[in-house]
């Protein structure tokens, strides 16, 4: 079945570039996703790419694929303050059931001042 | 701007008793979807929905869970007779349409079972 891995946690300083990276097994996804959820809130879609994609950049969020690697990762650039949160890779494939989401365990962004 | 809404935000039952979660997903949208996140593991799909009936559903969905849109509106997950290892928080999602790629979450309502 299908699989999506993340790092538990990552600590960076306020103004660095953040990188959060995840990993899935199957090769048939056909969107993958970042989501973000801070405390207390739902899951809030961040970007997502298209599996044709190699990289999609969207303001300070830059998400590169690696499709033969199957491999995801989220470029936060000058992270701040409040960038602290759990962010979620998830994949997706089209089905009759509209898309349904496969989540990975989360990684918690913990940005210092 | 419209937002997919949960009530209750926290409900706290009593072990085999019945709860009723309820989502107002967004009001053009027609893919509904129940998702849910024990403590400190993933957020797993339970259900799809559309049309007015199941499109697709885990392993976990069994047969004391069912879900319903009873008006129109809102959008049920009703647990019969609750567990303990029920207690998780409880995500509902709606979509405009199959092939749309953002699904709308909302705030999420935290069972706890005792």
């Known amino acids: 079945g299908e699989d999506v891995e993340q790092s538990l946690f990552l600590s960076v300083r306020e103004g660095d570039s953040s990188v959060i990276n995840c990993t899935y097994t199957?090769?048939?996804?056909?969107?993958l996703y970042w989501y973000k959820q801070e405390p207390g809130a739902g899951l809030q879609l961040l970007t997502y790419i298209f599996s044709n994609m190699d990289m999609k950049q969207d303001q300070r969020l830059t998400v590169l694929l690696n499709k033969k690697d199957k491999h995801l990762s989220l470029r936060i650039a000058d992270t701040q303050t409040g960038d602290s949160a759990i962010y979620f890779c998830a994949e997706s494939k089209t089905n009759n059931a509209g898309n349904m989401l496969t989540f990975g365990g989360g990684t918690r962004l913990m940005v210092k001042p | 701007e419209p937002e997919v809404t949960q009530t209750p935000s926290h409900q706290v039952t009593q072990m085999g008793q019945e709860v009723i979660l309820r989502c107002v997903p967004i009001?053009?949208?027609?893919?509904f979807y129940w998702y849910r996140q024990i403590l400190g593991q993933k957020v797993e799909f339970l259900v799809s929905?559309?049309?007015?009936?199941?499109?697709?559903k885990s392993e976990i969905f069994d047969d004391q869970f069912s879900v319903e849109r009873p008006d129109g509106s809102n959008f049920t997950l009703k647990i019969r007779s609750t567990k303990l290892e029920d207690s998780a928080m409880y995500f509902c999602?709606?979509?405009?349409?199959?092939?749309?790629?953002?699904?709308?979450f909302g705030q999420g309502t935290r069972l706890t079972v005792v």
């Open positions: 999602a709606s979509k405009p349409d199959r092939l749309n790629t953002e699904a709308f």
């Open positions: 009001s053009n949208h027609l893919y």
């Open positions: 199957d090769s048939s996804s056909t969107y």
């Open positions: 929905f559309y049309n007015n009936e199941i499109s697709e």
